[in-house]
C-alpha cells in the first residue's frame, strides 16, 4: 500500500507515545513515575462537568453550528476582550477540537505549498509536523539558554524571506517554560509589522505564571499588529479538561470562515454538550484556575530544588507553564538514549528535547502529585549519578 507522500515526512506525537507507553506500564502494575504529558492531573472542576451534564440532560446532543455554539463563541469573543485586551466579536472566533486543532485549521486555511512558517526551537512538536502536513515549509530558529530560549526580533528579522507567511509565538512556551516580557513581545510584533507577515499566538499557558510574570497579548499592541495575529487557545491546561477537546482560534473574519468551512467539511462542531462546560469554565468563578496555578507553583519549586542538586544536571528557572528542561549535556548521552534507559532502568518517562528540536535537555512536566515527583527525582538523581 502507498500512503500519501505527506504522511511519510511526518513522525507520530512523541509526548503523546511516551505518555501512553508509562500509562500501558503502570496498568501493567509497574510503579512508574510520568513526568511526560502536559497534562494536569486535576480533575475537571465540578462546575464545569455539572454544566455539561446538564446540558446532556436536557437533550444537547444534535449537531450544532460547524464553528461552535453561539454562546460560547460570544464568551470566548468577551474572555478575549477582558482578559488580553483583543476587540474581537463572536464572527472573529471558532471553536475547535482542541487548541491543536485550531492550530491545524489555521495551517489548512493559510498555508499553500512551499510557503515558509517560522518556528522558534525549542518548540511544541507538532508545530512543524503541522506545516509540512499541509505541504508548507517548517523554518527553525534556534535559540538557547543564553538568551532563554526567546527568539530575538533580530533572529526573528533574518529568517524572513519573500516566502514568509506565518510566525509562530508560544509564550508561555512549551516545552521550556519561558515567558516573553511585554517589551520583547513588542519588539517581536515591530517585526512582523515590517515584514507584513502573520503571528500565530499560542496561549494555551497564559493563566499559569510564576514569580509575578505577566502575560501580554501581542494583538493586543495595536492596530497594525492585531490585523496580523491569530490566537490558539484552548480549556485543557488552564481548567485540567484535557480529555474534552475544546479549543478555539480567533482573528481576522475571512480566516476564521475559513477554518470553519474546513471544519464543516472535516469535523463539524465541537461536541455540543461540552461546549456547555466551557461556557460554564469561562462564565464561572476562577477560583479553580488560581488554585490549580498555586499548586503547580509548589511542585516547580520543589521539583526545581532537586534538579539544581544534581551534579551534570543544568535547569534554568522559567515563568509559565508546568515543565522544566534540564540540560542533560554533561552526561554526554542524547536526549532519547537518556530517556530510554531512565525508563528501562528506573522507571521514570521524560520527553527527550530532541522532540522540541534540541537534543541536549529533556522535559519534565511537573502536573503531577507531590508524592511522585519526590520519588521521581530521588530516582532521576541515582540515574545521573551512575552516568557521570
Ligand atoms: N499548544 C501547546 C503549546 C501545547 O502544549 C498543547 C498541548 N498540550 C496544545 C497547544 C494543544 O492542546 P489541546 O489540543 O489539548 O487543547
Ligand atoms: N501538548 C501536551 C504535551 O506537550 C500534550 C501532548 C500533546 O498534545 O502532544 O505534552
Known amino acids: 500500500m502507498k500512503l500519501a507522500a ?12 511516551i505518555a501512553a507507553k508509562a500509562k500501558a506500564l503502570k496498568a501493567d502494575g509497574i510503579d512508574v ?7 494536569p492531573d486535576f480533575d475537571t472542576p465540578a462546575h464545569i462537568k455539572a454544566a455539561a451534564a446538564k446540558a446532556l440532560d ?13 454562546k460560547l463563541r460570544d464568551a470566548i469573543a468577551r474572555k478575549l476582550k477582558t482578559d488580553n485586551g483583543l476587540d474581537y466579536k463572536s464572527e472573529n472566533v471558532i471553536v475547535t477540537n482542541g487548541g491543536k486543532h ?11 505549498p512551499g510557503d515558509e512558517v517560522i518556528i522558534p526551537a525549542p518548540y511544541w512538536l507538532s508545530y512543524p509536523e503541522m506545516v509540512t502536513l499541509v505541504g508548507g515549509i517548517p523554518v527553525i530558529v534556534t535559540t538557547d539558554a543564553t538568551t532563554g530560549y526567546k527568539i530575538t526580533p533580530e533572529q526573528l528579522r533574518q529568517s524572513i524571506t519573500p516566502k514568509t507567511k506565518l510566525f509562530v509565538l508560544n509564550s508561555p512556551s512549551n516545552p521550556t517554560g ?4 511585554p517589551d520583547e513581545i513588542k519588539a517581536l510584533a515591530q517585526v512582523v509589522i515590517d515584514a507584513d507577515i502573520l503571528v500565530v499566538s499560542d496561549e494555551i499557558y497564559e493563566k499559569i505564571l510564576y ?17 496580523r495575529t491569530l490566537i490558539s487557545n484552548g480549556f485543557a491546561k488552564a481548567y485540567s479538561m484535557t480529555g474534552w477537546r475544546l479549543g478555539y482560534l480567533a482573528g481576522p473574519v475571512e480566516i476564521i470562515k475559513a477554518a470553519s468551512t474546513i ?19 469561562l462564565e464561572g468563578s476562577q477560583d479553580c484556575v488560581e488554585e490549580m496555578r498555586q499548586a503547580f507553583a509548589k511542585r516547580r519549586q520543589v521539583m526545581l530544588d532537586r534538579l539544581n542538586a544534581i551534579p551534570g544536571l543544568s535547569t534554568t528557572k522559567p515563568d509559565g507553564a508546568f515543565y522544566l528542561f534540564p540540560d542533560i549535556s554533561k552526561t554526554g548521552l542524547k536526549s532519547l538514549e537518556f530517556c530510554d534507559a531512565l525508563l528501562e532502568e528506573h522507571q521514570v518517562a521524560v520527553i527527550p528535547g530532541i522532540a522540541f528540536g534540541t537534543d541536549y535537555n529533556i522535559r519534565l512536566s511537573y502536573a503531577t502529585d507531590m508524592a511522585t515527583i519526590e520519588k521521581g527525582m530521588d530516582r532521576l538523581e541515582k540515574f545521573v549519578k551512575s552516568r557521570i
Open 33 to 39: 513515575c510520568s513526568f511526560s504529558a502536559g497534562e
Open 6 to 17: 505527506r504522511v511519510s515526512k511526518v513522525t507520530p506525537s512523541l509526548t503523546l507515545a
Open 178 to 181: 519561558m515567558v516573553y516580557t
Open 102 to 112: 485550531s492550530l491545524y485549521n489555521l495551517m489548512v486555511a493559510l498555508i499553500d
Open 263 to 281: 471544519q464543516g467539511h472535516s469535523t463539524s462542531n465541537v461536541c455540543t454538550f461540552a461546549q456547555y462546560g466551557a461556557i460554564a469554565a
Open 211 to 227: 514569580d509575578g510574570a505577566e502575560h501580554i497579548s501581542i494583538g493586543s499592541l495595536g492596530k497594525e499588529i492585531f490585523e
Open 58 to 70: 436536557e437533550g444537547k446532543t444534535k449537531y450544532g453550528p460547524a464553528a461552535g455554539e453561539p
